[in-house]
Each structure stands twice: as C-alpha cells, then as structure tokens.
C-alpha cells in the first residue's frame, strides 16, 4: 500500500523504485502526471505548464506561470561555443549522436552547476537543458542540412520558438502556424515523462553515482535512441513507407504474416508496450492530433496516415495481437503528425529526447532529493564457470 495505490506482493519485488510524478495503469490504458489524466493536460495546459507540474508536483496559476518562462527564456541561447562541437560531427550525423555528445558536452560549458547534489545547481541544470535542447535539437538539423543557425526568439511561445529556430532561415522568417504549434506543444507533452521506462531508469542509475546532471541526460539521449524505445517513431515511419513501397494497404496482410512468422525478427513498430496491454491513451490522442493537422493542411487523405488506421483496424483485430495484448503506442501516429508538420524522420526520437528531457530531470531530482538514497547496483543471478586454475601458457 503507498498512499491511495495498493500494489501484489509479486508486483513490487519488480518494483526499481517509489516514485510521485508518474502513474501508469497498463491494463486500464491510463497515465497520470502527477494525478492529472493526461487526456486532460493535452487539452488544458501547454508544454512549460507541464514542465512546472512534473518539476513541482503542482500545475503553475498565471503568474507563478510567467515566472517560469520568463526564467526560460532567459537560458534559451547556447554558449557561441557550441557551435564548433557540432562541426566534429559530419553533416550526415545521425541527430541522437550529435544531440547525446551536445548535451554530454554541456557538463564542460556550464560547469558552475554540476554538482548534482546541490539543490541550486540541480534547479539552474534543469532550465537550462528545458532552455536549450530546442536550440540544440534546431542547431543539429540546421548542420545536418547546411542551413546557417536561427537564434531563439523569445518573444515567442516555447514551441513556436523551437518551430522557427528549425524552419526559419535568414532570407526568409518563418511564420509560426497555431494548429502545427498546437500540434508540436502537444506532441511535447505527450512525451513529457512515463516513469521507469529504459532511459529514464538509464538517468536514475547514471545520476546515482553523482555525476553531473548534463552527462546523465546525456546517458538517457543514448538510451532513448534504440529502436525498441524511443527509435521505434522513426522505425514506424520507415515501416509504413515500406508497406507503402509494397503496394499499400494491399500489401497489409503480406506484411502482418512477416511479422506473424516465428522465424522472423520482423516486429510492427508502434505496437507493444512493456506496461500499456490495452490502447497506450497517448496513441489515442496523437492520432487525434493527426486528424486536426492533416485537416488543417487539408491532406485528409494523406495515404500515409490511410495506411497507419487501416494497418492498425487489422491488427487490432488479427487473434496474433490480440492474444498477445498488442495496441499502438506512443509512436504509431507521432511520426505521422511530426511529418505533416515538416520534421524529418531522423529528427523524430531528437524530438521525443526533447520532450522528456523534463521527465527525466525530475525523476532524477526526485531520486536525489531521497536522503535513503545510494548508488545503484543490481546484482545478477551468476552462470558462468566454477572457480578453476590457470594453466601454464604451454598446457593450454
Ligand atoms: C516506447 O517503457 C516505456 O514507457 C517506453 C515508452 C516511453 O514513453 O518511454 O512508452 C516509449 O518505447 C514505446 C515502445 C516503442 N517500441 C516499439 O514500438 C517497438 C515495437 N514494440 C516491441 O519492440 C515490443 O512491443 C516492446 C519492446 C515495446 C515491448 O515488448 P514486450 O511487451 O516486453 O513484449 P515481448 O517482447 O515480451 O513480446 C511479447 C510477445 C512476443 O511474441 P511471443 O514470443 O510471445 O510469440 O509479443 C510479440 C513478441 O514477439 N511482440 C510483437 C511486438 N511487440 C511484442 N510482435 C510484433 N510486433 C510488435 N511490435
């Protein structure tokens, strides 16, 4: 029993740790921030609100609100510095390798906060990563693509501040449009925290050792990246152009029998979940989103988007996924929306390590703020040989 939430005795000898911020019901589909239902935040709050309410455990009112953009406004700009790390990388860098090494570096350009212990340190570490990762996320595209840097413009929203730093360029500015600001805000929000996950556990065990809090964001950036986490929005993209490639939804039941084949490694990205075995609620809202973009950019009938539901309609009701509780996730339409809304798909996990850098600095504050806590050690279950000795080079 911890508060309201009572757990089975098998459940919790599972459990890596007790935590506040996030709660998750697997089999109802449900997800909580701090006791907030995440349908709700969606369509109540923006980004920063979330961002106060996970770092504070309280929604922000106005002017304890405008005190925090104001505050993150103010770290929006990266050290000029920066700029020379991305030129190590080559152009065609994948943007998690030069977002894991950009944000790795910070430890040695902001080293007035990186004792991970101090309470003030960890506050100005956590609004100046919140600050600078759509600044670090638009500087890796804008290399990737040649383009010359757009510095923050802070009298925009957090969101369409992001949006112009990627799509701006000095001929021509860019014009940030309410529904794709929504859409991105909303996306951001969607991807804000979702408790122990890999790389959220990643941050927990690499900050316990009391490194500073950059080089543990920077080890969950690392984590995030894989294809069974955070990758899988861009795998799912490259997935359904590849259906597409076969023939479209023609070709759906082709690709389900690959996937369906035990010899295969042949997995339908965007589906499954470690926790979620009903319908992840944030996949229900991102394919919302994808309706109101593509609506509004009037591509209703964007085949991309046709192929995702029909592909989904026939796995939701193939008997290989049902009996083994496989819904969307997460990533299954985030793709999609990020595409309408012009991202490219290998900024898509970049753009997901953008959102949950917040969840995992106040996982990591509340891990550090627990006097009980220590470094983390698993332990492991030993299989390999016996205690034996050495033979001579020559007995060998
Ligand atoms: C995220 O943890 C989090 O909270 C993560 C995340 C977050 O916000 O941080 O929610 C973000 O990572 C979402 C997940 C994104 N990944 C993908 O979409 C990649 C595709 N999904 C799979 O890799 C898989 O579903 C996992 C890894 C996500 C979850 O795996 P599980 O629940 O541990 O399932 P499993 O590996 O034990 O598989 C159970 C069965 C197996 O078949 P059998 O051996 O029983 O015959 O289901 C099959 C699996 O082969 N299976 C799939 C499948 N996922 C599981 N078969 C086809 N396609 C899939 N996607």
């Not at 076969?246 to 082709?254: D, P």
Request: net charge neutral.
């Amino acid at each position: 029993q911890t508060g309201k939430f009572t757990y089975d005795p098998g459940f919790l000898s599972t459990a890596s740790c007790q935590s506040s911020i996030t709660y998750i019901d697997g089999d109802k589909g449900e997800l909580l921030y701090r006791g907030y239902p995440i349908e709700q935040l969606a369509v109540n709050c923006d980004f920063l609100e979330t961002c106060y309410l996970l770092l504070n455990g309280e929604l922000p009112n106005a002017s304890e609100k405008a005190e925090f953009v104001g505050r993150v406004n103010k770290h929006t700009m990266v050290n000029e510095q920066m700029q020379f790390f991305l030129r190590g990388f080559r152009r065609d860098a994948h943007p998690m390798a030069v977002l894991t090494g950009l944000v790795g570096g910070m430890s040695a350009f902001y080293h007035d906060t990186t004792d991970i212990t101090n309470p003030q340190h960890r506050e100005i570490a956590a609004i100046r990563l919140i600050a600078k990762m759509p600044t670090l996320v638009a500087m890796a595209y804008k290399y990737s693509v040649g383009q010359p840097y757009i510095y923050p413009k802070n009298e925009l929203s957090y969101t369409a501040n992001f949006m112009r730093m990627m799509f701006g360029t000095p001929c021509e500015d860019y014009q940030p449009d309410d529904v794709l600001v929504r859409a991105m805000d909303r996306i951001f929000i969607l991807h804000a925290d979702h408790e122990q996950n890999a790389s959220t556990s990643t941050v927990r065990l690499c900050g316990s050792s009391g490194t500073n809090p950059y080089a543990a964001i920077a080890a969950g950036v690392a984590c995030l990246w894989g294809p069974a986490h955070g990758g899988a929005n861009e795998a799912c993209l490259n997935m359904l152009a590849d259906i597409q490639q076969m023939g479209g939804v023609a070709k759906i039941g082709e690709f389900i029998t690959k996937v369906k084949d035990k010899n295969s490694s042949v997995k339908l990205m965007g589906f499954g979940h470690r926790v979620y075995k009903n319908y992840d609620p944030r996949a229900k809202l991102m394919r919302e989103t994808c309706h109101e973009v593509l609506g509004a950019l009037g591509l209703e009938n964007d085949p991309m988007f046709k192929l995702a539901m029909a592909l989904e309609k026939i796995a939701l009701e193939d008997e290989y996924f049902v009996a083994r509780k496989l819904y969307p996730n997460v990533d299954f339409y985030s793709g999609i929306v990020q595409r309408a809304i012009g991202i490219p798909v290998s900024l898509f996990t970049a753009i997901f390590a953008l959102a949950r850098t917040v969840g995992w600095i106040a996982q990591l504050n509340e891990m550090i703020s627990d006097p009980e806590y220590k470094i983390g050690r698993p332990r492991q279950l030993f299989t390999g040989a016996a205690s034996r000795d050495v033979k001579p080079l020559a007995e060998r």
